[in-house]
T-cell receptor, first 112, second 110 residues
Framework: DGGITQSPKYLFRKEGQNVTLSCEQNLNHDAMYWYRQDPGQGLRLIYYSQIVNDFQKGDIAEGYSVSREKKESFPLTVTSAQKNPTAYYLC???????????FGNGTRLTVT | GESVGLHLPTLSVQEGDNSIINCAYSNSASDYFIWYKQESGKGPQFIIDIRSNMDKRQGQRVTVLLNKTVKHLSLQIAATQPGDSAVYFCAESNDYKLSFGAGTTVTVRA
């Protein structure tokens, strides 16, 4: 059963702590993406990677970091430098080129 | 940067009627467009896509129309069902990066 797995579904952290969100795909897709979704807004691109060991900043990369050591995995770290980290985080993957993104079911992060 | 937007944040439709969801985009260089459906607590789900060399594409109960002259995209849903209640997003692709609009919340009335 191919797809994208994000874990956990809900995550709670104290302000000042770094937190890493997991994203795994078994679709054999080369490209992976992280988006942030806030209420009443569309999805905003944080980081993306088109190949292992390479990634690019999206529109709102400040306060986040990623790694792409394996094709299947693209973890996102929300650092303490992110001023407003509470949000719904969505991971996606696709084949290279103009093709639809396949999304996971997201991780809802709450920082207090 | 340029972004995709939707004309209306909400749409209420009678069950069985046709729905039309509109989207305006501003980047004339965008060459690929996608409609997604998002249900509560889930990630966006692909509905249908269209490339810039086309002006219409049909799927099962859905049709996407692209008007490049006025930079307008629409999604038509035929015979709307309760399961169609969701938030619908249009997205445009430029350099293989997708930009999303704010979404339209569709509510189907019984």
């Amino acid at each position: 059963d191919g797809g994208i797995t994000q874990s956990p579904k809900y995550l709670f952290r104290k302000e000042g702590q770094n937190v890493t969100l997991s994203c795994e795909q078994n679709l054999n897709h080369d490209a992976m993406y992280w988006y942030r979704q806030d209420p009443g807004q569309g999805l905003r691109l944080i980081y993306y990677s088109q190949i292992v060991n390479d990634f690019q900043k999206g529109d709102i990369a400040e306060g986040y970091s990623v790694s792409r050591e394996k094709k299947e995995s693209f973890p996102l770290t929300v650092t303490s430098a992110q001023k407003n980290p509470t949000a719904y985080y969505l991971c996606a993957s696709s084949i290279i080129g103009d093709s639809p993104l396949h999304f996971g079911n997201g991780t809802r992060l709450t920082v207090t | 940067g340029e972004s995709v937007g939707l004309h209306l944040p909400t749409l209420s439709v009678q069950e069985g009627d046709n729905s039309i969801i509109n989207c305006a985009y501003s980047n004339s260089a965008s060459d690929y467009f996608i409609w997604y459906k998002q249900e509560s607590g889930k990630g966006p789900q692909f509905i249908i896509d269209i490339r810039s060399n086309m002006d219409k594409r049909q799927g099962q109960r859905v049709t996407v129309l692209l008007n490049k002259t006025v930079k307008h995209l629409s999604l038509q849903i035929a015979a709307t069902q309760p399961g169609d209640s969701a938030v619908y997003f249009c997205a445009e692709s430029n350099d293989y990066k997708l930009s999303f609009g704010a979404g339209t919340t569709v509510t189907v009335r019984a």
